[in-house]
Nanobody
Framework: QVQLVETGGGLVQPGGSLRLSCAAS????????MGWFRQAPGKEREFVAA????????IYTDSVKGRFTISRDNTKNTVYLQMNSLKPEDTAVYFC????????????????WGQGTQVTVSS
């Protein structure tokens, strides 16, 4: 399994941008499709975006399409989430996760998870 560590969260004003990074340890990062999820207080964990092993395909939840971009660099064992035009409703703890079996929105198919990074969008 890979171990995942997210960084890049913080406080940003509405309309601002943040880039989250998720660094993976271990030599098998390139065997995992990767995803980003988020969880707001009192709400269930929500799928945000996912990317295939090669990076050739991506999927997004509707609420972030056109604003967020997921990407990966397999030479650096890192997956990114560029977040633009942030809204207060994007406030949540953001988690990256890896799936050895599927390119999917389904959190149940992800094998490993990071500890999360807080994103707060507020004026």
């Amino acid at each position: 399994q890979v171990q995942l560590v997210e960084t890049g969260g913080g406080l940003v004003q509405p309309g601002g941008s943040l880039r989250l990074s998720c660094a993976a340890s271990g030599r098998t990062f390139s065997n995992y499709a990767m995803g980003w999820f988020r969880q707001a207080p009192g709400k269930e964990r929500e799928f945000v975006a996912a990317i295939t092993i090669s990076g050739s395909k991506t999927i997004y939840t509707d609420s972030v399409k056109g604003r967020f971009t997921i990407s990966r660099d397999n030479t650096k064992n890192t997956v990114y989430l560029q977040m633009n035009s942030l809204k207060p409703e994007d406030t949540a703890v953001y988690f990256c996760a890896g799936s050895s079996s599927a390119f999917t929105r389904d959190h149940r198919l992800y094998d490993c998870w990071g500890q999360g990074t807080q994103v707060t969008v507020s004026s």
